[in-house]
């Protein structure tokens, strides 16, 4: 075996878990983690939910503590950037001026928000959340008060709401589609998110668009902040004018591929590689949200933005760079937490498949579940499912999914009926 390092460039999940499954069948073999953020590795999941709320420390999000890379002997170079890879070579050059060759290289860079360039989209206090930075200067501006407008109604938008909410400022939630989540959900659920933030005195202005943000040098803000004009509206697309103390964007992210394009590696809506997680060639692997991997269970691409695919597929990659036979099928899963709801989603709709719902339960109780459901030949399958408050259903629920069960509409909708027994003809 060559006597260079494995190399692991991002500093995130998928990162900390790779190295976890290397130490356990290379104990001795050198690695180099390179993250461009001078924190440890951290789980961006509580940014937005305990670290917004202010209940939890940074230090909850760290995926370990120092020691932990310390007893493994990993050398950490933290605030770091990985600029240039030359795959031939087997090359990287670092923000530092100095070069790392690697035997085998991890891609794990993530995911950059998608941003807005509308006019004032430069002002202070328009905020985006990706970093644990960005989560603290978010809550010192809730703790400050006022009224928030959160452009976007995703994941991110939902739940800075639903924090905002508990520190008792004014949101406003702008979003072109006709319900939050329109895209992953559909109406019918949709509206049952936009029923839960309207219950918690969110004002959501749907189907509405936003045209720019307007500025003023007047007003304070918070220290940190170096620039004198301040947001204090944001115009919509029917002109109308919404007063706002601050901004916070939440209208995507994409991959982080900049490092994999520049080095000519395949990227196409992440870096492209195969089931094992890997690239193909010049012992270069890929894992986490910057990932188009072929997932063998769904028998299609995929890239998936949420964090058991950073958990799970960083261990795999892991493996896989260690020279096991892996390979990685599981089914997507995620998980959000709003006020006093919570959730949790699996499976995988394809965009061009069309899907009806089936709600099993009563959403107006916020404990029910939903499920996609698609007609084959041979019957109804459930592409994806979610609970919200109906705990210990989310094993059930992949089953479903990964076996591709036909079922019986009728048992499905049925709370009666346990998800182990929905079969159709059973
Ligand atoms: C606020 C927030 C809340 C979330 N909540 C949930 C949730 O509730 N449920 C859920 O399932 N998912 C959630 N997610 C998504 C989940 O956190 C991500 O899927 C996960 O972080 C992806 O991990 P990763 O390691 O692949 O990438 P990242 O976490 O993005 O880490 C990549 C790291 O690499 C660094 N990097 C990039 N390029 C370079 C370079 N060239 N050199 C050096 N370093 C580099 C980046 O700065 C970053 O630190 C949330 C995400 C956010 C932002």
């Known amino acids: 075996m060559s006597s260079e390092p494995i190399v692991i460039v991002g500093g995130g999940l998928t990162a900390a878990r790779a190295i976890e499954a290397i130490r356990e069948s290379e104990p001795v073999t050198p690695i180099i983690l390179i ?91 328009v905020h985006y959340l990706r970093t644990m930075g960005d989560a603290e200067k978010i809550r010192a501006r809730l703790i400050a008060g006022g009224r928030v407008v959160i452009v976007g109604a995703g994941w991110i938008g939902l739940e800075v709401a639903a924090a905002a909410r508990a520190h008792g400022v004014e949101v406003t939630i702008v979003e072109p589609q006709p319900t939050p989540l329109y895209g992953v959900v559909g109406e019918k659920v949709g509206a049952w998110f936009a029923d839960l933030h309207r219950g918690h005195g969110v004002n959501l202005k749907l189907g509405v668009g936003v045209t720019k943000f307007e500025g003023g040098s007047h007003g304070e803000d918070l220290p940190f902040q170096s620039s004198h004009r301040k947001v204090t509206a944001v115009v919509t697309s029917e002109g109308e004018r919404l007063p706002a103390d601050m901004v916070v964007v939440g209208v995507g992210i994409l991959p ?17 590689v ?44 892991g493996q896989s760079m260690t020279g096991q036979e892996v390979t990685y099928g599981r089914v997507p899963f995620f998980y959000s937490d709003q006020y006093d709801v919570g959730l949790e989603y699996a499976g995988f709709v394809p965009r061009d498949v069309q899907t009806e719902v089936v709600l099993r339960g009563d959403p107006a109780t916020n404990a029910f579940m939903a499920f996609w459901v698609t007609a084959h030949a041979s019957g109804h399958r459930v592409l994806a499912g979610m609970h919200v408050n109906v705990w210990d259903t989310v094993d059930a629920i992949k089953a479903l999914v990964r076996n591709y069960t036909v079922v019986d509409l009728a048992k499905l909708a049925d709370p009666g009926v346990p998800l182990d027994a929905v079969a159709a003809g059973r």
Do not use: C, Q
């Open 35 to 125: 993250g461009n953020e001078d924190r440890l590795p951290y789980e961006r999941p509580p940014l937005s939910k305990g670290i917004m709320l202010g209940k939890d420390s940074e230090e909850v999000a760290y995926t370990h503590p120092r020691e932990w890379y310390d007893e493994r002997k990993v050398d950490l170079r933290l605030g770091v950037t990985a600029e240039r890879l030359h795959p031939e070579s087997r090359m990287v050059a670092l923000s530092d001026g100095s070069e790392v060759h690697y035997d085998r290289l991890l891609l794990a860079t993530g995911s950059v928000v998608r941003k807005l360039t509308i006019p004032g989209h430069d002002l202070n206090g």
């Open 274 to 317: 195969n089931s094992s997680l890997k690239v193909g060639k010049y012992g270069i692997w890929a894992a986490g949200d910057v990932a188009n991997w072929y997932n063998p269970t769904f028998e299609t691409r995929m890239r998936v933005e949420h964090w058991a695919n950073a958990y799970n597929g960083g261990y795999t990659a």
């Open 256 to 272: 982080n591929t900049a490092l994999a394009e520049s080095a000519g590696l395949a990227v196409d809506n992440g870096i492209v």
